[in-house]
């Protein structure tokens, strides 16, 4: 559902099987992304969609993303993933890499409804989570503890869930604009985790010595990075010629490469795939 702009193609050796990861941007478009579903079920070994999760994650309920169904349910022979997997599984384990920070470093989540499990794991290793829902998904100036947002979202995702995905999250050409909104949030927290378009849309002008947890990045992205003056970049994802898949496009490949999810971090891991640490200003 991203911008063409941002598509590549890489073939990859992994081991006995070589792959050829390709990203096809639909610029926000929910027909012509359903017409290239169809077109590619049961021509390639996994799809991997990126844009429209199947649910949205809080805790051990997950809520129906009315976009993200549809769209699979153009799939019937592909094994198709949305990323949730990847996050899941492999994505939490970049907090091992955090014991530089200071004990009680604050992290910005932008979506926790995207990234439950890269939250509960920041928490859980003692980096508070300030939960950025309200502002990055309803342009809402807010953000919540992580326990504050948990309760909320339990009450108001039945409703939310059923809003127009490009109403909540940038499709298309909408993910190459920046609005630098929130900086009351940015400059509470050490640490800034989630998807990179969120990320992105609302970067400030200054990220001197902040942490950035995400993937799906070009050197461009990443460039950008080190001139707003952050200090390291956490890549949720491996880097292949320059570009950082997103956790969809990582979950279809370890699928195609016949992985369960509970073997992806042994699978990602054989192949050098997990999280690595960056250090942007040298």
Known sequence: MGTNSRDYQVKLN???ETILLE??????????????????DGRVDALGLGGANFNYHLGSRCYPCPAGRYLARQVKETPLVDGSGWKQWVEPRA????????????????????????????QAAGYPVLAGDAAFGLK?????????????????????????LGYLYPLGHDQEKSYP???????????????????????????????????????????LLRRRGAAWLLATTPVFEGFSP???AMEAMLVALGAAAPQYPALAGKLGWLPSLYCLQK
């Open 23 to 40: 990203r096809r941007g639909c610029n926000g478009r929910l027909d012509l992304a359903a017409r290239l579903l169809k077109k590619l």
């Open 140 to 164: 809402l100036p807010l953000g919540f503890p992580l326990s504050t947002f948990m309760i909320l979202g339990y009450l108001t995702m039945p409703l939310l869930a059923h809003l127009p």
């Open 181 to 223: 909104h929130y900086h009351h949030l940015f400059a509470r927290v050490k640490i800034i985790a989630g998807d990179w378009h969120f990320i992105r849309r609302h970067l400030p002008v200054s990220l001197a010595g902040k942490v950035v947890i995400t993937g799906g990045t070009t050197p461009g992205d990443r460039e």
């Open 246 to 248: 997103a956790a969809n």
């Open 95 to 122: 907090i091992d890499q955090l014991a530089f920070l200071p004990p009680g470093s604050r992290a910005l989540v932008v979506s926790v409804l995207d990234r439950f499990w890269l939250a509960r794991a920041l």
């Open 14 to 16: 992994c081991g006995q």
